[in-house]
C-alpha cells in the first residue's frame, strides 16, 4: 500500500513522506478490519483505495488554496475522506470531523489515534451541527464527498463557514444542470460560485471540484430540517 499511496497521491500533486505513506498504510488497514463489523466502504482492493479514497481527497489540495492552520470541517465524513488525508498531508490544519453515525466517529477516533493525528469528532447531523453556535460559521473551509445533489449540500454545508471562508465540494463528472439547479441556493445561503475544475484522475474517471466563496452570512432560517431540504431544494 505505500507505494500504491505515493504513486497516485504524487500524481495529484502530494509527495508523500515515508512516515505519511505508513500513515496511509496503517488508515487503509483499520478501514478493511471495520468494514467487516459496519459497512464504511464497497472500495476494497489496495490499488482501488489509493487511487479512488486517498489520491482522490488529496486532490482538493491541489486545485484549492488551503490556507496555513485552516480550521477543516468534513461533513458527513463517512469513512474519513477527504478530512483524515488532507490532516495526513497537512497536518497544520486544524481538522472537525462530523457525522451522524456514532460507530463511524468510534473507528475515526482509533484511526485517528492510531496514525498520530488530531481531530475533533462530532457526532451531529449536518443540518442540527449548522445550526449551533459552537460550529455555525466558525471554518475557513466546509469539505464534503457526499454523493448529495449540490444545492441540498450547499444548503448542509455553507452555514459552517465563516464570511470570506469556502465550501468545497468533491463531485463526479457532468455538473452543469446540478450547478444551474443550486445556483438559488448557493445564493440564498450567502454563497458564490467562484472556481469549478474539472480533471481526470488515473483509473478513476472525471472529476469536479467545486470551491464556493462565502460572501455573506447565511440567514437563520437555514439549514431548514432534513426533510424540508429533501423534499423542496433552495
Same mark, same amino acid.
Given at each position: 500500500?505505500?507505494?500504491?499511496?505515493?504513486? $497516485?497521491?504524487?500524481?495529484? !500533486?502530494?509527495?508523500?513522506?515515508?512516515?505519511?505513506? #505508513?500513515?496511509?498504510? =496503517? $488508515? $487503509?488497514?483499520?478501514?478493511?478490519?471495520?468494514?467487516?463489523?459496519i459497512n464504511l466502504t464497497r472500495?476494497?482492493?489496495?490499488?482501488? =483505495?489509493?487511487?479512488?479514497?486517498? +489520491?482522490? %481527497?488529496?486532490?482538493?489540495?491541489?486545485?484549492?488554496?488551503?490556507?496555513?492552520?485552516?480550521?477543516?470541517? @468534513?461533513v458527513g465524513t463517512g469513512a474519513?475522506?477527504?478530512?483524515?488525508?488532507?490532516?495526513?498531508?497537512?497536518?497544520d490544519i486544524e481538522l472537525t /470531523? /462530523?457525522?451522524?453515525?456514532?460507530?463511524? /466517529?468510534?473507528? /475515526?477516533?482509533?484511526?485517528? @489515534?492510531?496514525?498520530?493525528?488530531?481531530?475533533?469528532?462530532?457526532?451531529?447531523? +449536518?443540518?442540527?451541527?449548522?445550526?449551533?453556535?459552537?460550529?455555525?460559521?466558525?471554518? @475557513?473551509?466546509?469539505?464534503?464527498?457526499?454523493?448529495?445533489?449540490?444545492?441540498?449540500?450547499? #444548503?448542509?454545508?455553507?452555514?459552517?463557514?465563516?464570511?470570506? !471562508?469556502?465550501?468545497? +465540494?468533491?463531485? !463526479?463528472?457532468?455538473? %452543469?444542470?446540478?450547478?444551474?439547479?443550486?445556483?438559488?441556493? =448557493?445564493?440564498?445561503? !450567502?454563497?458564490? =460560485?467562484?472556481?469549478?475544475?474539472?480533471?481526470?484522475?488515473?483509473?478513476?474517471?472525471?472529476?469536479?471540484?467545486?470551491?464556493?466563496?462565502?460572501?455573506?452570512?447565511?440567514?437563520?432560517?437555514?439549514?431548514?430540517?432534513? %426533510?424540508?431540504?429533501?423534499?423542496?431544494?433552495?
Amino acid at each position: 500500500m505505500k507505494e500504491l499511496v505515493k504513486k $497516485y497521491c504524487l500524481k495529484v !500533486g502530494s509527495e508523500l513522506t515515508d512516515e505519511q505513506a #505508513e500513515q496511509f498504510e =496503517v $488508515y $487503509y488497514k483499520l478501514l478493511i478490519e471495520w468494514n467487516e463489523k459496519i459497512n464504511l466502504t464497497r472500495i476494497t482492493e489496495p490499488g482501488e =483505495v489509493a487511487v479512488k479514497h486517498f +489520491a482522490d %481527497s488529496l486532490s482538493l489540495l491541489r486545485y484549492c488554496e488551503i490556507k496555513k492552520n485552516a480550521k477543516v470541517i @468534513d461533513v458527513g465524513t463517512g469513512a474519513g475522506f477527504p478530512g483524515i488525508p488532507l490532516k495526513i498531508a497537512r497536518p497544520d490544519i486544524e481538522l472537525t /470531523l /462530523l457525522d451522524s453515525l456514532n460507530k463511524r /466517529l468510534v473507528f /475515526l477516533g482509533e484511526v485517528c @489515534d492510531r496514525i498520530g493525528i488530531e481531530a475533533k469528532l462530532v457526532h451531529s447531523r +449536518a443540518e442540527d451541527g449548522g445550526k449551533k453556535s459552537l460550529y455555525r460559521e466558525k471554518f @475557513d473551509y466546509a469539505v464534503s464527498r457526499a454523493v448529495a445533489r449540490l444545492s441540498t449540500l450547499s #444548503e448542509y454545508c455553507i452555514p459552517y463557514v465563516k464570511v470570506g !471562508g469556502s465550501f468545497v +465540494a468533491m463531485k !463526479g463528472p457532468e455538473l %452543469s444542470e446540478e450547478l444551474t439547479e443550486a445556483k438559488n441556493a =448557493v445564493n440564498i445561503l !450567502g454563497g458564490k =460560485v467562484e472556481k469549478l475544475t474539472e480533471f481526470e484522475l488515473e483509473d478513476a474517471g472525471s472529476r469536479t471540484i467545486v470551491e464556493i466563496k462565502k460572501l455573506s452570512t447565511t440567514p437563520k432560517a437555514y439549514p431548514r430540517h432534513s %426533510s424540508k431540504i429533501k423534499a423542496k431544494h433552495l
